[in-house]
């Protein structure tokens, strides 16, 4: 259930509304979630002690206790050491006042180096520099071959005086690599050295050499965002053999927390400066300490989504679609079907679901999701004339019937569907209006409200529904539990950080909990969303 | 304005379609209420109260009576305070505290959890393991803390379950080869593991065959082409870029027709959350299946893990068994500091065992999986 720190300290801090201080007790059950949530991110545990050290220390000051809502400001003092921590000093690379500038790449076997360094080869390339790669990796079966078509992919030219596969001198390599580059006039000299562990003293010996004999302006440490407990161990020694100025995490693109950023940016010190992201050449960005912050207290990426949906929706049918809504016109099925053409060239419906802020207390049921759901929706929509499309309302049993047919499935579904599109229907009409969500806070989402723990009801199909949506409407007083209501709120918060008015749905239901979930969906906002809004406040 | 919009289409669509998900979800929910109303039925035991400790009390006495020799009486404590561990009644936990109070600082408990968490095993895992064991020290009324660790290691032995068969099924059937597919995130170590297997077989006078099936990343074919080629083993390779499957699909077939004893297939890296690459490593073991006859499907497929690799190797285990149900595991890189912890979760949880570990870039540098050499390493 608690998955997200928010979510958890949420939970820790209801009963102390109204009290308004904050005893020592509550502060070391704050400290303890908070613990859980570093170690569960893959911070390594001296990081984790010394971290909630220092949230203790701010969560016992006036700044938090006296604060209206400790629970939020917790999670405020939180999101700012982590902050802190990872981006304290961010900076660009330091090039050379006499060029050629040197670039050398260290870190364990299979952390990423080569692909990286095609990477950072094609955007200093991309910034008008002139690098040469240069294979010192003479370990790895055909890792300089690997550098040379990277090497190609980039545009870059690759000094690979030896084969590789165990033959050669990787310290002379990159040595006479230096006086290359001057002759053949490049700027910058990336060297790509063999992975190696911590503890392997020859080696670590052997990139010490490399180091003192090409004196690089920059030695960047290569480390696999997915690492665990040994990123400390791994970070101190590489600190200590090659002295690194930088860091790059690689492999962000998976789904691991990423605690390691942490660890190593707390243990040595050295800013995090560029993020790795994928196998393609672009794949590469600064990196960003506030998203990075989000994501290993698991507070959901909105900006990672809005991202991935502006690279994949179609510009033209979203325009349509905006306008449409905008004229107050009712979002129909093809729109659905385009709409859910884009949302599937996203990727995994689990991810883009987990990306969503407060989604993550579904987690159990979104582990369970099938993703070919998603399928089946589609063959119900498909199944329909183009008239029934546009103007569902015609749908009539025969109809129906015919278009379970179609799709393989029963009436029922489709009767499921169609309930599930008219709420659609509302919250988009309800958009418009720029209130809050009304199609969903009015008793909207009847599904929703079922999810968790409503699967002893009696009846089936349709009539299970109803007695769901009926139930819903009469219950008095706040189920904070409720997801349909939280989305709900999570929404209305949203349309509130933007400056819109709010329609005071939530108070429809009689003695609602509002300020036990304001907390809550306060803290899954990441910095910046309110940006987002016209009018919002950054 | 575009943007909002974008994202509440995107909500929009998204819930409509996590409401489809809430009711299959509710029917199951409801079936599997069903059957565990029924499984409640069978066993209400948590309201006993007195009679928990008068029955643990009454089969005391019927055991001693029942067998000639009684047992020693320290013995019989302890399987008192089992019997009141197990029970759900307050007044029997109540009981059995006061019975053996456990005299451990708090200092070690959290060393030994210190340790484990260290060793990846993680924050789940680690609380419910140092929990039971609290409860067998309080059972065995232990207070030396040299005791504690033995028991910890017997308990983590236990789950890591020695066992499990770890063997490689390498046998061919039926005249056709054994097939062996390696898969796993990026950067883990599976071409160098599938040449490292290669060299073993060889060894073991097994005819072997290679496909690199790992098409996308640059001069990977040429990487296990290199390994094969020193044990004097081929490689099917196909194009950079080709289709994955169809490499795969070639040696296997080749496999077959020379009669080869094993064909190992290599795949490219992809990281779990890429649909469309672990769709595309389905569509490889699908397709590597098609040659071999009916009812013969891929004999192994080897999960490569990184050692070092912190709480997502759970994530990684899991879609990978998803998509091509994995049947063994490979520890990588464990000649590092780090110890692998998070393999004891992924067995426990998927069932799954850890078959070979890899330690280090050296040949020969590949050893079958001990759980208690594991072990000791991990409390090392």
Redesign the interface.
């Known amino acids: 259930m608690f998955n997200t720190l928010s979510d958890r300290l949420t939970a820790t801090f209801k009963n102390l509304r109204g009290k308004g201080r904050l005893s020592e007790a509550d502060v070391d059950a704050t400290i303890r979630e908070i613990r859980r949530a570093l170690l569960d991110a893959d911070v390594a545990l001296p990081v984790v002690r010394a971290f909630t050290g220092r949230i203790r220390e701010r969560a016992l000051s006036e700044e938090v206790s006296g604060a209206l809502n400790p629970g939020q400001q917790v999670v405020k003092v939180v999101n700012d050491e982590l902050v802190g921590i990872l981006g304290g000093e961010t900076r660009r690379l330091s090039l050379a006042k006499r060029p050629p500038t040197v670039i050398m790449l260290a870190g364990l076997q299979g952390a990423g180096k080569t692909t990286l360094a095609g990477k950072l080869a094609y955007w200093l390339k991309s910034e008008g520099h002139r690098p040469m790669l240069v294979a010192a990796d003479l370990q790895r079966p055909n890792a300089v071959n690997q550098l040379q078509i990277v090497g190609e992919r980039a545009g870059a030219f690759v000094y690979a005086p030896e084969p590789g596969n165990g033959v050669g001198d990787p310290v002379q390599v990159a040595t006479d690599s230096i006086e290359v580059a001057k002759t053949k006039l490049h700027d910058i000299v990336i060297v790509d050295t063999a992975g190696r562990l911590g503890i392997d003293e020859e080696l670590m010996q052997q990139a010490a050499d490399i180091r003192t004999a090409v004196n690089p302006d920059e030695v960047l440490f290569v480390i696999d965002a997915m690492i665990g407990q040994d990123a400390v161990k791994t970070a101190e020694a590489f600190l200590e053999g090659v002295d690194f100025t930088g860091v790059v995490l690689s492999k962000l693109d998976g789904d691991s927390r990423g605690g390691a950023a942490l660890s190593v940016a707390e243990v040595t010190g050295k800013p995090i400066m560029f993020a790795s992201t994928g196998e393609s050449m672009k794949e590469f960005e600064q990196f960003h300490p506030d998203r990075m912050a989000d994501r290993i207290l698991d507070m959901g990426d909105i900006l990672t989504l809005i991202e991935q949906a502006e690279k994949n929706f179609d510009e033209k049918e979203t325009e349509k679609l905006k306008k449409k809504v905008e004229a107050g016109e009712d979002f129909d099925l093809n729109d659905f079907l385009t709409q859910m053409a884009g949302l599937k060239k996203m990727g995994s419906m689990k991810k883009m679901l987990g990306m969503m802020p407060g989604m993550s207390q579904y987690k159990d049921q979104l582990e369970n999701f099938d993703e070919r759901e998603v399928d089946r929706v589609e063959a119900i929509v498909r199944s329909m004339t183009p008239a029934e499309r546009t103007n569902p309302k015609i749908l009539n049993g025969s109809r129906r019937a015919r278009i379970a047919k179609g799709a393989g499935t029963t009436v029922t579904a489709v009767n499921q569907l169609m309930e599930r599109f008219t709420q659609a229907q509302k919250m988009m009409r309800g958009m418009t209006r720029g209130g809050g969500m009304p199609g969903m806070g009015g008793g909207g989402m009847p599904g929703m409200g079922g999810m968790p723990g409503m699967g002893g009801m009696p009846g089936g199909g349709a009539n299970r529904k109803k007695k769901a949506v009926s139930k819903k409407k009469g219950r008095k007083g706040g189920q904070s539990g409720n997801p349909a209501k939280r989305a709900q709120q999570a929404q209305a918060q949203a349309d509130k950080k933007s400056g819109k008015a709010q329609d005071p749905v939530g108070s429809a239901f009689g003695g609602v909990d509002l300020g036990n979930d304001e907390d809550f969906d306060l803290n899954n906002l990441p910095k910046g969303f309110g940006g987002m809004f016209p009018g919002g406040k950054k | 304005?575009?943007?909002?919009?974008?994202?509440?289409?995107?909500?929009?669509?998204?819930?409509?379609?996590?409401?489809?998900?809430?009711?299959?979800?509710?029917v199951?929910?409801?079936k599997?209420?069903l059957q565990d109303k029924q499984g409640i039925d069978a066993d209400v035991t948590g309201e006993l109260k007195i009679d928990d400790i008068s029955e643990a009390v009454a089969k005391e006495k019927e055991s001693a009576r029942g067998s000639e020799v009684p047992t020693e009486p320290a013995n019989r404590l302890v399987r008192l305070r089992e019997r009141l561990a197990k029970s759900n009644s307050g007044l029997g936990r109540g009981l059995l505290n006061l019975l053996s109070r456990d005299n451990l600082d708090e200092s070690t408990w959290e060393e030994i959890e210190?340790t484990l968490?260290?060793?990846?095993v993680?924050?789940d895992p680690t609380t419910e393991l140092v929990d039971r064991l609290r409860e067998r020290v309080k059972v065995l009324g232990t207070r030396d803390p040299e005791e504690v660790r033995a028991l910890l290691r017997e308990e983590l032995i236990s789950l890591v379950d020695p066992t499990m068969d770890r063997e490689l099924a390498t046998s061919h059937v039926s005249g056709e080869p054994a097939v062996m597919l390696v898969v796993g995130?990026?950067?883990?170590?599976k071409t160098?593991t599938v040449?490292k297997i290669a060299r073993v077989l060889v060894a073991e006078d097994k005819t072997v065959l290679l496909g690199a099936a790992d098409t996308?990343?640059?001069?990977?074919s040429?990487?296990l082409a290199?390994?094969g080629g020193r044990v004097g083993v081929e490689t099917v390779r196909g194009e950079e870029g080709a289709d994955p499957a169809s490499v795969a699909y070639s040696a296997v077939e080749r496999g077959k027709a020379e009669g080869t004893d094993v064909v190992l297939v290599d795949t490219a890296g992809r990281?779990?959350?890429?649909?469309?690459l672990m769709d595309e490593l389905g569509k490889v073991k699908r397709v590597a299946t098609r040659p071999l006859g009916e009812g013969h499907e891929i004999d192994e497929v080897l999960l490569v893990l990184?050692?070092?690799?912190?709480?997502?190797?759970m994530?990684q285990a899991k879609v990978f068994a998803e998509a091509v149900n994995i049947t063994g595991i490979v520890l990588t890189?464990l000649?590092?500091?780090?110890?692998g912890g998070?393999v004891v979760a992924v067995q426990r949880a998927l069932g799954v065992p850890v078959k070979l570990i890899g330690l280090g870039?050296g040949a020969d540098d590949l050893a079958p999986f001990t759980a208690e050499g594991f072990v000791d390493a991990l409390l090392d």
């Not at chain 2, 909002?4 to 509710?26: C, D, E, K, M, S």
């Open positions: 304005m575009d943007q909002p919009i974008i994202l509440l289409v995107v909500a929009a669509i998204v819930f409509i379609l996590v409401v489809g998900l809430g009711i299959t979800l509710r199951n929910a409801k599997k209420g210190d968490i260290l060793a990846d993680g924050v995130v990026n950067g883990a170590g160098t040449g996308f990343r640059a001069a990977a040429e990487q290199t390994w990281l779990q959350n890429k649909i469309g990184d050692a070092t690799t912190g709480q997502n190797g994530q890189k000649d590092g500091t780090a110890k998070i870039e």
